[in-house]
């Protein structure tokens, strides 16, 4: 548990480090359901809630939206326009094969950094435990 609030600066070495996240989990999300643009942002704001941190890193649509549309540009995913449950018409995005490919590769990069010794001593200190094999 963090005792202090974070300053300016930390802040921004925390935002910039989820922005990096970002993409890699939204590609992850979408490849694990066909979802919308607000569900992907609920789905973010679980992976970058701190609980025990005075700090919040909030997704919003102007930061998620150009990122899908970049995505189905470069042919990652693909959106198509259907009712929602509440009767709203909405968009909702899957992984393509491409997507699924690039996907397959973040995979490898993961599970080789897990390997890597001196990623491992990073995350030991970091209190975090990997310990999947990169093949």
């Given at each position: 548990m963090i005792d202090k609030e974070i300053d300016d600066n930390e802040a921004r070495l925390i935002k910039h480090y989820s922005n990096g996240l970002i993409r890699n989990l939204i590609l992850w999300i979408i490849s694990k359901e066909k979802i919308h643009g607000y569900g992907i942002m609920k789905k973010l704001d679980?992976?970058?809630d701190f609980k025990d941190v005075d700090f919040e890193i909030k997704n919003t649509s102007s930061k998620i939206y150009p990122i899908l549309r970049k995505m189905e540009e470069?042919?990652?995913?693909?959106?198509?326009?259907?009712?929602?449950?509440?009767?709203?018409?909405?968009?909702?995005?899957?992984i393509t094969d491409d997507g699924l490919l690039i996907l397959d590769k973040i995979r490898y990069i993961f599970g080789c950094i897990s390997n890597n010794p001196a990623w491992i001593d990073f995350h030991t200190d970091m209190g975090v435990k990997i310990n999947e094999k990169c093949n």
């Open positions: 679980e992976f970058f470069n042919k990652l995913i693909v959106g198509e326009w259907d009712i929602n449950e509440s009767n709203k018409r909405v968009k909702y995005y899957s």
